[in-house]
């Protein structure tokens, strides 16, 4: 029995994709748990690049079955479209798409207020991507929301919608002067997308329960990262879901006892788009280098990401929420023209170092980054696969990232390709 569970250790883009892509080969099934389209999976395989928002990366490869959990958040529009988009492309997901019959929906007017609250000059900006993900994470937990099981049955769907709408309507009208379509109209705009999704609906807390009572070997794959957990990130920077290991347990229905492993995913720097506090972020010509060679754009919203150096702090920190003890390190050929590259190994605040973590926005928007210099290779390392092929310095600035987590890097990514990966140890 083995449940293993990937969690991006910075602010999401990590490269998780390609890690999961990579880590799929070896399990059975791949269950999402948290999150929604807010997210982009980027897999690159045979030369082609496909982008994957809502369902996992597994289903690209055939013998796999690919589980969108309960604490995922489903647009079905987008859904529709991905699925679309899969069997254009001739990858059949009949058998293998398993959607929860738990999973909340998110409906037009969370959309309309997600984008409405963000353009509000009253409101604190969050820099979300406007996808409606934090208001159908709060109906959710205020017992209001739409699920999936409410789309098997179509009354069940309208009655549901109906005893929300004049509410939704009110607000919106009032706060921002908007105006909610027609309560057919929002009913109709659901059950377009009824008829291609409905058949994948089922109860996949079950499935994954039995699935690994047969000794199967589970993938659980999270969006986002560590740093955008809505309890653990840097709240209110956040998004509205719990992305840290422990969400796949209730996000997909996996007692906590049977998950077996947390494998973090970590960049060789640090990016995060949206607002909020970045201590290691880089304002000058080191920043704009790692941004144009890491094509450091947004997959979902295509917005240009902060970028910065590597901070140990949020690793370490994300090795002990996770209990990751296997740490991929993704994106090192990015660093290669680089005469110097920093890493930080703590914080200082008013001139004391700070232990851990700060809650507070307001300490952690102040403290100053503790630096330690390392030395460029600049030389190519794209694509090099074997660890011993890379520079001195690409290899000591590795074993030092490995010291400062504090755990082993067995897996070193050199290029966003299935190949472009240097194994030099273990990971499952
Ligand atoms: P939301 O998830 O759309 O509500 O956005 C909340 C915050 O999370 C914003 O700063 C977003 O930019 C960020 N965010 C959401 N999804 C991702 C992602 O997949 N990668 C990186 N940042 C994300």
Redo the contacts with the bound molecule.
Sequence with gaps: MSVFVVVGMQ???EGKGKIIDLLTEQADVVARYQ?GH???HTIIFDGNKYILHLIPSGIFRADKKCVIGNGVVIDPAALAEEMQMLKKLGFDYDGRLLISDRANIILPYHRIS?QQKEGDSGSRK??????G??PTYSDKIARVGLRTCDFIDASQLQETIKSNYEEKKKILKNLYGENLPDLCEIVDQMLAHREMFVKYVGNTQSFLRDQIAEGKKILCEG???TM?DVDHGTYP????SNSTAGGACTGLGIPPGKITRAIGVIKAYTT?????PFPTELHDGYGEQLRNDGAEF?S?TGRPRRCGWFDAVVGRYAVELNGIDKVTLTKVDVLDQLDTIHVCTGYRHNGKAVAGMPASLAVLEQCEPVYTEYPGWQQSTSGIRSFEKLPDNARRYVDSLQDHLGVEIPLVSTGPGREETIMRGELL
Excluded: K, M, P
């Excluded at 920077?237 to 509205?240: D, I």
């Excluded at 995060?272 to 909020?276: L, N, P, Q, T």
């Design positions: 602010w999401g883009d999150g807010n997210a982009g997600d969050i820099g979300t991507t406007g996808r993900i934090g969006a986002q990262g955008l920077f956040v998004t509205s995060r788009v949206g607002e909020g947004g979902t």
